[in-house]
């Protein structure tokens, strides 16, 4: 994949073809709107700063793939991404959760992201520091006062006089290559890991602080405390690991990473909110009381959309440039049952259509992470060897397709529960009474047999499938 700089519209769309079968028009909207930001990250002038995103509102009926795309977009993007539902939050200062959480949350994965490229960056620089650390505790440097000899390795070390430190460093150096090609992983060292932090502080802080000055006060509990460290006794491949995270954190520069975090949240930050059309009042209704608050919550949500200030712990976050697609499937309230400010902040409504059988087949089919896939590997894992045949995944896409219109129409979400249920018994079987080695053909007749009664038998399929 090339870098995201330079990803165009149509590469983009490309991405997603991957993983999505049809909504052409979602896809194209979503990657005008990623290109956009790469845009105006490039826009030199003063204007940069009043390019605002277009956010998305994404209409369509449930299991078609909103989400999909959304979650998609982020990953090609290499973007924060946080999925939040609208219908749970509650206005500010009615107990739940309030709408900046959704913000906190995304810097909380910005975070996230950034440690784990800055834990690459100095992985290598790591990895030396662990394996001096675990040749000290092989061979504990000679001049060391209290030295004595681990029992585990005595047999190796009877070769080496206690104090001769020229010979001290070449067992070293041959242990050093043992560690590399891993003949010691299976050896126990004992090592000393950091306490993890203190229980209970975080209940201190619960609905009497904001974030910030938790994250403050917990810095202080700790600052003030002696770190504590107990030790673990681990087998060598293990304690690596173990070491090796220690090893990463203490070269990360935490407040380099709180800034970054802070600034790629605020860059490429995208939020997806589900469920919007729950918070949509019906129009021409007034009074009662859910409607109230629903309208209180799409108040809330206005400053957070059109931009403004959110503290977190790691710092504060303007919102001004986050991109958000909202999604929803407005059966009953329409998108104009939203006040209409925040209608405003939503220019680009996208329709996505409603999966046909067709596309039923080729979901189960193509996408890199498809179902049929999916459920190969699984089997592959025990040596099963699980097969499809054309007119089998026909068949489940039309049975897929028929339950949906007679029960209830979950979309693209129905394929999984046909898929487990054709495929349950199998997958109780092996290894026991189906070998490593098998093979396991799905055809048509069998698909057939396994679901048909079922689809038959409204009643049945209602709680079955
Ligand atoms: N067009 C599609 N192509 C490939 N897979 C799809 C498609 N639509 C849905 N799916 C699959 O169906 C499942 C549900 O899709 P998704 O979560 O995107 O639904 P949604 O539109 O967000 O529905 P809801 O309104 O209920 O949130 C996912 O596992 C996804 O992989
Ligand atoms: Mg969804």
């Known amino acids: 994949m090339n870098s995201i700089e330079s990803l165009t519209p149509r590469q983009i769309v490309e991405e997603l073809d991957k993983y999505i079968i049809g909504q052409k028009d ?49 990953k090609i993007a290499q973007a924060p991404f946080t999925k939040v539902e609208a219908s749970k939050f509650t206005e500010v200062g009615y107990v739940g959760r309030d709408v900046e959480s959704m913000v906190r949350d995304l810097v ?14 100095v992985k290598v620089k790591a990895a030396d520091a662990v394996e001096e650390v ?91 405390m002696p770190k504590k460290t107990k030790k673990r006794k681990l087998t060598i491949a293990e304690a690596r690991k173990v070491l090796l995270e220690e090893e990463m954190s203490k070269l990360i520069d935490f407040d380099e990473v709180k800034e970054e975090a802070i600034r790629l949240a605020e860059n490429n930050g995208i939020i997806f909110i589900d469920e919007i059309d729950k918070i949509a009042s019906k129009s021409g209704k007034n009074g009662g009381g859910p409607d109230v608050s629903r309208e209180g919550v799409q108040r809330d949500l206005l400053p957070i959309v059109e931009g403004s200030s959110v503290n977190t712990k790691y710092g504060v976050i303007n919102t001004d440039h986050i991109l958000f697609i909202a999604a929803g499937a407005f059966h009953v309230s329409k998108p104009s049952d939203l006040i209409p400010e925040l209608q405003g902040r939503f220019p680009i409504r996208v329709e996505l259509q409603s999966l046909t059988q067709e596309d039923f087949s080729r979901i189960l089919r193509e996408p890199k992470n498809a179902l049929t896939k999916q459920y190969m590997a699984l089997f592959e894992a025990e040596q099963v060897f699980l097969d499809f045949t054309e007119d089998a995944v026909e068949e489940i896409a039309r049975l897929a397709f028929l339950i949906n219109q007679e029960v209830e129409n979950i979309g693209a979400r129905r394929l999984h529960t046909v898929m487990s249920h054709l495929l349950n018994d199998f997958l109780f079987e092996v290894p026991d009474l189906i070998e490593p080695n098998s093979k396991i053909m799905v055809t048509k007749e069998m698909v057939e047999q396994r679901l048909s009664t079922l689809v038959k038998n409204r009643d049945l399929s209602q709680y079955i499938l």
Request: aromatic share 2%; net charge positive.
């Open 108 to 121: 909380e994965q910005s975070v996230h992201l950034v440690r784990e490229v800055k834990k690459e960056e």
């Open 134 to 224: 675990i040749l000290d505790i092989l061979i504990p440097p000679v001049k060391s006062a209290g030295f004595t000899r681990p029992m585990s390795i005595s047999t190796e070390l009877d070769t080496d006089p206690n104090s001769d430190s020229e010979l001290n460093e070449r067992t070293r150096e041959r242990f050093r290559e043992k560690l590399r090609n891993g003949e010691l992983d299976e050896r126990k060292i004992e090592i000393n890991v950091k306490a993890s932090s203190p229980v209970g502080i975080g209940m201190i802080g619960n609905g009497m602080m904001d974030d910030a000055s938790m994250a403050g006060l917990q810095d202080m509990i700790s600052g003030m």
């Open 26 to 74: 979602a896809k194209r909207n979503v990657a005008i709107a990623l290109r956009n930001r790469i845009r105006r990250m490039m826009v030199k002038s003063d204007i940069q700063k009043d390019i605002v995103p277009n956010n998305i509102l994404m209409i369509g009926s449930t299991g078609v793939g909103k989400t999909e795309i959304a979650r998609r977009l982020a």
